[in-house]
């Protein structure tokens, strides 16, 4: 039993540790505010959000809460003011940077903030050399910059611009006293651009050495309700194991995974833990009738 988990054990950098079942708050935390009517109609999927709260917590970042607001000025405002007052480390938001009307994030951040909107000169520049990029493209030879295009490079007041390297729009940082405020475009391949130049090396520095490892098992036969108090004894035991269950199937037909993880400074104390805790709740899920399926 030890070999198939210790062979198929992941790593990736830190998440979180548990103490008594409890998970303790991760050294840098971050939220997620996501901007678009879009998402708020079930128009659009947010996959972005889904993509940033992976992404970040693999890079050692506990993402303790996504928010979707419209576009609307007053409520991305609020939403970001209400994020600053529990002062996460790092702030991202997405959506609402470009040049049409109903992209507000920048005036939103603003009247947060209580900031002026003025046009930068490194946006701009970086604005207008994009273009340039798209004129000589199509074989013109003069880029006219537009108030909507202008738009794009006008930004909150000690704001810094953000360079994208696969769009138009400029991502925007905003250091602020206790976190980090990053502005990021709403569209996916731009955004994840960003994300992989800019922000991944902060998360990085941020997060720390230490390296999470992960596994899950699957349990047939038994439901969720006959397991809580399987897990609760394996999580008391193994002090340094979060285990969660995650229902796959239906009342008729239990199906469920079992997601443990740990963190440690090397693999081989990572896979000392999940193993012990896996041998347990598998012999304990066996002496009440059930199943124990590796996939």
Not at 94 to 109: A, C, E, R, W
Request: glycine letters at 6%; charged letters at 25%.
């Amino acid at each position: 039993m030890c070999g198939w988990l210790a062979n198929s054990i992941k790593s990736k950098t830190l998440i979180l540790s548990i103490t008594c079942g409890n998970v303790k708050v991760m050294t840098k935390d971050m939220e997620i505010i996501c901007v678009g009517n879009e998402l708020l109609i079930g128009k659009t999927l947010n996959t972005n959000a889904q993509w940033m709260a992976k992404h970040a917590t693999a890079l050692g970042i506990a993402v303790k809460r996504v928010t979707v607001v419209a576009d609307n000025v007053n409520e991305i405002a609020t939403a970001i003011r209400e994020t600053l007052n529990r002062k996460p480390h790092f702030a991202l938001t997405t959506g609402g940077l470009g040049p049409t009307f109903d992209d507000k994030t920048l005036q939103g951040i603003a009247e947060a903030l209580n900031r002026k909107l003025a046009v930068n000169t490194e946006a701009l520049k970086m604005v207008k050399e994009k273009y340039e990029v798209y004129a000589s493209g199509k074989g013109a030879e003069t880029v006219k910059l537009t108030q909507s295009r202008i738009k794009m490079a006008t930004l909150p007041e000690d704001a810094e611009p953000v360079l994208n390297p696969v769009g138009t729009a400029p991502g925007v940082r905003v250091d602020l006293k206790q976190t980090v405020l990053i502005a990021l475009p709403g569209v996916p391949s731009e955004m994840k651009a960003i994300f992989h130049e800019t922000v991944t090396p902060l998360l990085r520095q941020a997060s720390g050495k230490s390296a999470f490892y992960e596994k899950s098992i699957y349990v047939e036969d038994v439901m969720e309700s006959s397991l809580a108090p399987l897990i609760d004894k394996v999580m008391q035991d193994n002090l340094d194991v979060y285990v969660k269950s995650h229902p796959k199937g239906g009342e008729n037909k239990p199906h469920m995974e079992i997601h443990m993880s740990t963190t440690a400074e090397d693999a081989q104390r990572a896979e000392e833990k999940l193993q012990k805790a896996a041998i347990q709740l598998s012999g304990a899920v066996r002496e009440i009738g059930g199943k124990i399926v590796v996939c």
